[in-house]
């Protein structure tokens, strides 16, 4: 049997949501993030389709080779750096931007003495992860200096943008905005969610990340409020129609039970495709159209549906689960996830279809 359980991946709308960035930060250049392979989608096809953004960013050597090979010679910063002298030939070998964010990788840059390159120096404000010390700035900066680089960029990371309300953002754009006031170098601070909500982070570079896919980077609300669109639909289908008395129990522990005699939809999709098994109840399906409740648990290859709102369903119809026209904010919610996940976990065996 083949599988119809299919990540439409829709590039125009990958491309909207880049003008989207562009009308919030007009004046800044855009990193494009598409590390973990563009966040699910795909990394070559995601990268090919972004010509517009200005640079791309990504976490691992092997993501930034795999856009060099196919034929992308933008700017490419590898945001965690490296950490030894074979990851430092292949950086210059395929000009890479690097983010340096430890007195260790300096030193081995030290040791190294790498050809013209661009450093990303990563301050810490508050979010306790990587980052320098605000007070080794000044030493950090003038270290790089003496390795006579293309450029040096300082930048930060946001803590807690993804609430709107929470004070600790601003705390850190005063705490960066004052190291800055006495550096002649670019910057880099907004995430997606300080894109959208604290243009004064904008500065010269923005980091578009999950904005970029068609999902909201904030706690609350959706994609579609900020005027995203979702790039990937995931779609599956019927393969079978099954009538089930009163009383019956659906899937492994029959722990969901027909509350009368009704219509039970079998889809040929589960937690081996990506599909969260811990899905809370009445997680809602797309038939025809119509919303219908996940009813069950989720199994490795399949889950099972209520069709009380469809009766007129058929195998081989048509199961959205997530994308245009069903939120995927709305589905991380049921599964007490983040949409990030969502997208990052859809497995190898799902077919990816590209539009444009």
Same mark, same amino acid.
């Given at each position: 049997?083949?599988?119809?359980?299919?990540?439409?991946?829709?590039?125009?709308? *990958?491309?909207?949501?880049?003008?989207?960035?562009?009308?919030?930060?007009?004046?800044?250049?855009?990193?494009?993030?598409?590390?973990?392979?563009?966040?699910?989608?795909?990394?070559?096809? @995601?990268?090919?389709?972004?010509?517009?953004?200005?640079?791309?960013?990504?976490?691992?050597?092997?993501?930034?080779?795999?856009?060099?090979?196919?034929? $992308?010679?933008?700017?490419?910063?590898?945001?965690?750096?490296?950490?030894?002298?074979?990851?430092?030939?292949?950086?210059?070998?395929?000009?890479?931007?690097?983010?340096?964010?430890?007195?260790?990788?300096?030193?081995?840059?030290?040791?190294?003495?790498?050809?013209? *390159?661009?450093?990303?120096?990563?301050?810490?404000?508050?979010?306790?992860?990587?980052? @320098?010390?605000?007070?080794?700035?000044?030493?950090?900066?003038?270290?790089?200096?003496?390795?006579?680089?293309?450029?040096?960029?300082?930048?930060?990371?946001?803590?807690?943008?993804?609430?709107?309300?929470?004070?600790?953002?601003?705390?850190? @754009?005063?705490?960066?905005?004052?190291?800055?006031?006495?550096?002649?170098?670019?910057?880099?601070?907004?995430?997606?969610?300080?894109?959208? +909500?604290?243009?004064?982070?904008? +500065?010269?570079?923005?980091?578009?990340?999950?904005? *970029?896919?068609?999902?909201?980077?904030?706690?609350? !609300?959706?994609?579609?409020?900020?005027?995203?669109?979702?790039?990937?639909? *995931?779609?599956?289908?019927?393969?079978?129609?099954?009538?089930?008395?009163?009383?019956?129990?659906?899937?492994?522990?029959?722990?969901?039970?027909?509350?009368?005699?009704?219509?039970?939809?079998?889809?040929?999709?589960?937690?081996?495709?990506?599909?969260?098994? +811990?899905?809370?109840?009445?997680?809602?399906?797309?038939?025809?159209?119509?919303?219908?409740? $996940?009813?069950?648990?989720?199994?490795?290859?399949?889950?099972?549906?209520?069709?009380?709102?469809?009766?007129?369903?058929? $195998?081989?119809?048509?199961?959205?689960?997530?994308?245009? !026209?069903?939120?995927?904010?709305? $589905?991380?919610?049921?599964?007490?996830?983040?949409?990030?996940?969502?997208?990052?976990?859809?497995?190898?065996?799902?077919?990816?279809?590209?539009?444009?």
């Amino acid at each position: 049997m083949t599988r119809k359980t299919t990540a439409i991946i829709d590039l125009s709308a *990958l491309r909207h949501n880049l003008s989207v960035v562009r009308n919030h930060a007009p004046t800044s250049r855009i990193l494009a993030v598409i590390k973990a392979n563009g966040y699910g989608h795909g990394i070559e096809p @995601i990268g090919l389709a972004l010509k517009e953004a200005d640079a791309f960013a990504v976490a691992t050597m092997s993501e930034a080779l795999r856009l060099r090979e196919a034929g $992308i010679n933008k700017p490419v910063v590898l945001l965690q750096g490296v950490n030894n002298e074979s990851d430092l030939a292949q950086v210059e070998k395929y000009h890479l931007d690097l983010v340096v964010h430890h007195q260790q990788q300096i030193d081995l840059l030290q040791s190294y003495a790498p050809s013209k *390159l661009s450093f990303w120096l990563k301050v810490n404000t508050g979010m306790n992860r990587l980052g @320098i010390s605000t007070s080794m700035v000044d030493e950090s900066i003038e270290q790089l200096s003496q390795l006579n680089p293309k450029e040096i960029i300082l930048m930060t990371h946001f803590a807690n943008a993804d609430n709107r309300e929470d004070s600790f953002t601003q705390k850190q @754009i005063d705490r960066f905005e004052k190291l800055e006031q006495t550096k002649q170098l670019e910057t880099s601070m907004a995430n997606s969610a300080g894109i959208l +909500h604290w243009p004064s982070a904008h +500065h010269d570079w923005v980091r578009a990340g999950i904005m *970029l896919y068609g999902a909201t980077p904030f706690n609350s !609300g959706t994609a579609e409020e900020l005027g995203l669109r979702p790039v990937m639909t *995931l779609v599956s289908e019927l393969i079978a129609v099954n009538r089930c008395e009163a009383g019956e129990p659906i899937g492994y522990g029959g722990l969901w039970r027909c509350p009368e005699t009704m219509l039970v939809g079998v889809v040929a999709i589960g937690y081996g495709d990506g599909y969260p098994r +811990h899905i809370s109840e009445n997680t809602p399906v797309l038939i025809n159209g119509i919303r219908c409740p $996940i009813i069950g648990r989720v199994s490795m290859d399949m889950l099972c549906v209520d069709l009380r709102s469809v009766p007129q369903a058929q $195998i081989t119809d048509e199961v959205l689960l997530w994308g245009k !026209g069903l939120p995927i904010e709305e $589905i991380a919610l049921k599964a007490a996830t983040l949409t990030y996940e969502l997208l990052c976990q859809v497995t190898g065996r799902v077919k990816f279809s590209y539009l444009d």
